[in-house]
């Protein structure tokens, strides 16, 4: 039987000390149901009373409840649509090799997209006047007229693409911006094509829009790149977005103008498609590498969602800004989602952003010491992973990350661990021999590999491939002579 309370309750004024009853005398309340996730003893509670002395009228309360209980349990089912999405590998594998360094385990971390560099000192500072000058409170839920208006020439100075201030909405980092993207455009049954290997986030966002995420595979000897003639054939009526990541989040690819040209051509058949240019890398790239925003090209600007951000290229990951570009009717429908969700972005992270986009082209020498150091150490890793026997490179020309094909070590069976069956097995049994954390490639649509963040200092990094190397020894019978 449920558990079942009644509850009595009167209400009476007072005249002297006699009690005298008034009008809705008795109130009666009961549950049929009360559940928790334990469960408790039967138990009865035949009177609880409490009588309160008011001036110059009191009030007097008796309660009394019944409750008794074989079982009491709590519906613990969730939305499918929760039960659809996978966790982040990236976030569990931070969380699992923060947890060891602070067991004292002497782990590398080398999971997290995240510069190990401190945010420039005048975007800092920009923040920190925002406090002491009182600029604390809510800020339009687009963002600030001020940001807005500096992302608007950004656009236009260093991408060529023209804005008003109405067709920005600033949020709480360009994850947010491309979650609610996908949610506006997208009904159930909706089809986005989403390229492999891809930023792990993109096909959980899909199916959180009840829409189907159709994965392209890429080959490295191909630099990852999307084939568009693969593209073409997988069209359908059905397909709603196309998600385009450039420089690329793991391989650090960076997709060359001509070959966004062949891909516009294709996008501009089908009149439902529509593109997320997600283009948070853009200023971490090597020459002559160079980025091009998929909204300048021909007939693409009526199509496009351009998304970007300051975590990446300004240090500025913990602050929570990003900002996404587009058509009005798009824009206003993401902000829509957003009014009801978080609302607008920190109003300091907003006045910081206002600076970072003030520190001039590109972001200026800041931005170009960070990608300074970025090339070095890509090149580094390049060069030591390179006189390692049995691994595919295919060279970054932007971001801060390696996509090695490790495969050729597959198949080895090590003593006290097991079978290396594939790039999470790989990880884990790297994480337990070498203690570095490492993404397993299986995480971005592509088994084959596994993901290093060079987003540390060289030494680090360098002392990270040592221990690699030394764990892969008793790995070196699978790899083909």
């Given at each position: ?247 690329s989040n793991p391989t650090g690819s ?200 060079y987003a540390e200092s060289l030494p ?22």
């Amino acid at each position: 039987m449920p558990a079942a309370a009644s509850f009595s309750i009167q209400p009476t004024s007072r005249i002297g000390n006699q009690p005298q009853p008034k009008s809705l005398a008795n109130v009666a309340l009961t549950s049929n149901s009360l559940s928790f996730s334990s469960q408790l003893q039967t138990f009865s509670l035949k009177s609880l009373s409490t009588t309160r002395q008011l001036h110059p009228q009191g009030f007097s309360a008796s309660v009394r409840a019944e409750i008794n209980s074989d079982t009491m349990q709590v519906d613990i089912s969730l939305s499918p649509r929760v039960n659809s999405l996978k966790p982040s590998k990236t976030m569990a594998i931070t969380d699992q090799a923060t947890a060891l360094v602070q067991a004292g385990v002497p782990v590398i971390r080398l999971a997290a997209g995240e510069p190990d560099f401190d945010t420039p000192i005048p975007i800092a500072e920009a923040g920190i006047n925002a406090i002491r000058e009182g600029f604390t409170r809510y800020t339009p839920n687009a963002g600030t007229l001020e940001l807005r208006t500096a992302i608007c020439h950004k656009l236009k100075e260093e991408n060529g693409i023209s804005y008003t201030p109405d067709q920005i909405l600033v949020s709480n980092g360009a994850k947010q911006c491309i979650l609610q993207a996908v949610l506006a455009v997208c009904s159930p049954g909706d089809e986005v094509i989403i390229p492999a290997p891809f930023w792990v986030s993109y096909p959980e966002m899909a199916r959180l829009a009840d829409a189907t995420p159709v994965i392209l595979p890429t080959s490295i000897s191909e630099n990852f790149l999307l084939d568009p003639k693969v593209l073409e054939s997988t069209l359908t009526e059905k397909s709603r977005l196309l998600i385009l990541c450039s420089p690329s989040n793991p391989t650090g690819s960076v997709y060359p103008r001509k070959l966004l040209e062949q891909i516009a051509e294709i996008v501009a058949k089908h009149p439902r498609l529509l593109v997320i240019s997600d283009e948070i890398y853009e200023h971490i790239i090597y020459a002559p590498a160079s980025h091009t925003s998929f909204a300048s090209l021909p007939g693409m600007w009526d199509r496009t969602l351009t998304v970007n951000g300051f975590s990446k290229a300004f240090a500025m990951t913990g602050w929570r800004l990003g900002y996404l570009a587009g058509p009005k009717h798009f824009v206003s429908a993401c902000g829509k989602i957003q009014s009801q969700s978080t609302s607008g972005a920190s109003s300091i992270s907003q006045k910081a952003g206002v600076a970072a986009l003030g520190l001039g082209y590109a972001g200026g020498e800041a931005v170009a010491n960070m990608v300074k150091a970025f090339r070095e150490r890509r090149d580094a890793l390049v060069k030591s992973f390179g006189e390692l026997g049995g691994v595919q490179i295919s060279e970054p020309q932007g971001a801060f990350y390696l996509f090695l094909d490790f495969s050729s070590y597959y198949g080895s069976k090590v003593d006290g661990f097991g079978v290396i069956n594939g790039s999470e097995a790989l990880c884990r049994y790297l994480l337990d021999k070498a203690h570095v954390a490492l993404v397993p490639g299986d995480a971005f649509g592509d088994d084959t590999c596994i993901r290093i963040s060079y987003a540390e200092s060289l030494p680090t990094l360098e002392a990270a491939v040592e221990r690699i190397k030394n764990a892969l020894v008793a790995l070196k019978p699978a790899v083909p002579v």
